[in-house]
């Protein structure tokens, strides 16, 4: 499925996890999705802690941007949430640290143009 988050509002992308997960257990519907959505991600990491799902049933491909590919980090990685609900790599820049950098950027501003 090809970004099923499109168009949703943040909650229901959270809340789309959960129909993902019922699907899986109940009819044994194997998904395999392309998102950009943080949301999803961090709700299936929830589900994991919860323990509604194990670190098998959830697999996360990352394509690294060109730019940060190296001798240490592949183009893709291969991502697992372990039973606390913590990833077991971390994703490149950009994905989860984006709307921290960004609220960051705007308080040098407002903090520059207060001065």
């Known amino acids: ?3 099923p988050e499109a168009n949703l509002h943040p909650n229901l992308q959270s809340k789309l996890a959960d ?9 044994g519907i194997h998904f395999i999705l392309e998102s950009h959505s ?3 991600i961090r709700k299936l990491q929830y589900l994991s802690a919860k323990m509604e799902v194990t670190q098998d ?14 001798e240490k980090e592949l183009k893709v990685k291969k991502i697992k949430i372990d039973e ?3 990833l077991t790599d971390n994703f490149g820049p950009g ?9 960051f950027e705007l308080m ?8």
């Open 84 to 86: 606390f609900g913590a």
């Open 95 to 103: 994905f989860f640290d984006e709307a921290t950098s960004l609220k």
């Open 1 to 3: 499925i090809e970004e």
């Open 19 to 27: 129909v993902l997960v019922l699907g899986y257990k109940t009819f």
């Open 57 to 70: 049933d959830i697999l996360i491909y990352y394509l690294n941007s060109d730019e940060h590919v190296n």
């Open 38 to 40: 943080e949301y999803l």
């Open 108 to 115: 040098k501003l407002n903090q520059t143009q207060n001065n």
